[in-house]
């Protein structure tokens, strides 16, 4: 009985040890965001036709972005999926993250330039979500 009280108490330790150090390996291993990315019925007209770029960025809770992917000339809606390959900050990465779309004509993320689609979700997903629905609802004026 001891003995067996003994390999459980050591068993816990490597299970703690292990979630404790491999946390945010797992992260990385297990992330995966997919969902849609749509437009608002308003903003339709303003969408760019050939060589527009739809950016879907997931960012982590202070911000920072920590994956992202960039479709070329999208379909709406949209499909996207980020995965660890998409990972580019794979150290920052947080277990609940911001995600956001941003679709432009000039491929430069970051800048917010006249003509530019752009919709975010208000609250965080977790690493693993399927079904996101991303809406872009606002234009750069």
């Given amino acids: 009985m001891r ?9 816990a ?4 040890l292990a979630w404790r150090f491999g946390y945010q390996a797992a992260l990385r291993y297990f992330f995966r965001v997919s969902g849609t990315v749509s ?3 308003e903003l339709l007209p303003a969408v760019p036709g050939a060589n527009s770029m739809l950016f879907v960025v997931a960012r982590n809770d202070r911000g920072v972005p920590v994956a992202v992917q960039k479709i070329i000339n999208p379909v709406f ?10 990972l580019i900050m794979p150290d920052l990465l947080t277990r609940r993250v911001y995600l956001e779309a941003l679709l432009n004509t000039h491929g430069q993320l970051g800048v917010f330039r006249r003509g530019d689609l752009k919709g975010e979700l208000s609250g965080r997903v977790d690493f693993i979500s399927k079904g996101v629905e991303l809406r872009l609802d606002s234009q750069a004026k």
């Fill in 13 to 16: 330790a490597a299970v703690f």
């Fill in 77 to 86: 809606p949209a499909g996207f999926e980020l995965a660890a390959p998409g």
């Fill in 39 to 41: 437009v608002a019925q």
């Fill in 3 to 11: 003995k067996r009280w003994y390999w459980l108490a050591f068993l």
